[in-house]
């Protein structure tokens, strides 16, 4: 079967993740639920332990800092993953298996997120780091290069997630209700709306 030589980012396009950015340092996973309990409250404490847990899979080269170096080691790592004969090059039979795995990946969290949504009361599955509420991999980075240094400190991180948890935690209570995450996630998406509108036609 004939081969090609694939760039790290042609390889990602190819396989339909378009090019691997900040929010996908961690190979394009979310993380686990916060909720640690399941009593439908995400505290601090859990909040910022899933925090803990987020940073150290983006930082794929563990100095402590999320920057470009990591996203090239990340699209080394997939690429490697993808190359199964290990030869440098991805032939059609490798982009096709990478493609169906990762569709039976995807299928079998939807199965698993359909069943843990029919256990939860309100039918409220994800919280602060989960595919559905903000406060994702992507949400966590934006504006959190207080600097501007185009690097992303632990410190940095963790400071722009408990922002993120003081401005979903309402009430103050020191815990986010299913509720409160129902209205942050609304509130997030009148806000992409309205960002949608304002942008001039083409």
């Given amino acids: 079967m004939r081969k090609f030589t694939l760039t790290l980012s042609a390889a990602a396009l190819a396989l339909g993740g378009a090019t691997i950015a900040h929010a996908d340092h961690h190979g394009g996973k979310r993380g686990p639920n916060p909720d ?109 290069d207080t600097d501007g240094d185009k690097s992303i400190t632990r410190a940095e991180f963790e400071a722009a997630a408990a922002k993120r948890f003081a401005r979903m935690d309402a009430d103050g209570s020191g815990g986010i209700t299913a509720e409160e995450r129902k209205a942050a996630h609304e509130a997030m998406r009148a806000r992409m709306q309205e960002r949608r509108q304002q942008r001039p036609a083409d």
């Fill in 36 to 144: 640690a309990d399941g009593d439908g409250i995400v505290t601090l404490a859990e909040h910022n332990a899933q925090t803990g847990k987020m940073f150290d899979r983006m930082d794929v080269n563990g100095d402590g800092v999320l920057n470009r170096a990591d996203r090239e080691a990340r699209q080394a790592q997939r690429f490697a993953k993808i190359d199964t004969d290990g030869n440098g090059e991805l032939s059609q039979a490798e982009l096709k298996a990478a493609r169906e795995a990762r569709a039976a990946r995807m299928g079998e969290r939807r199965a698993k997120m359909a069943e843990h949504r029919g256990k939860r009361p309100d039918g409220e599955m994800r919280g602060p780091g989960g595919r559905r509420g903000p406060g994702g991999p992507g949400m966590m980075l934006r504006g959190a």
